[in-house]
């Protein structure tokens, strides 16, 4: 495992990815986050928990996977592409807020406009 599983499944989506590896991806996030300190891996890790708990537990429908995925594809190239940890994190924390509320807009503690953190990386 490694980033480009991250890019497949942001660029694939959910359904083109098996659901079986999101254990595994997410353990070499948590993994990679505990060697590099970098917290965007520790939202990613807990982000793909998540997922998997959810397929797991209760079988998802198909439009909280087309919501999961829009999220996937608006954030995750932004975790993975910012200059920094704290940009990453971030975007990462964005990410796991819209999969935790998919139908929600972004949080209103959210004091900080995109276009602004992009400027500031």
Known sequence: MDRSELERLARDGLGSYPPD??????????DYARETGDARYCFLWRSLEMLWQCFEENGISAIIVHSWDAALAEYMPEVLQADSPQG????????????MHPSADEPASDQMNQDDMRAAE
Request: aromatic fraction near 18%; include cysteine; charged fraction near 5%.
């Open 21 to 30: 590896s999101l254990p595994t991806l997410s353990a070499w996030c948590w």
């Open 88 to 99: 990453g994190t971030y975007w990462a924390a964005l990410l796991h807020e819209q999969l």
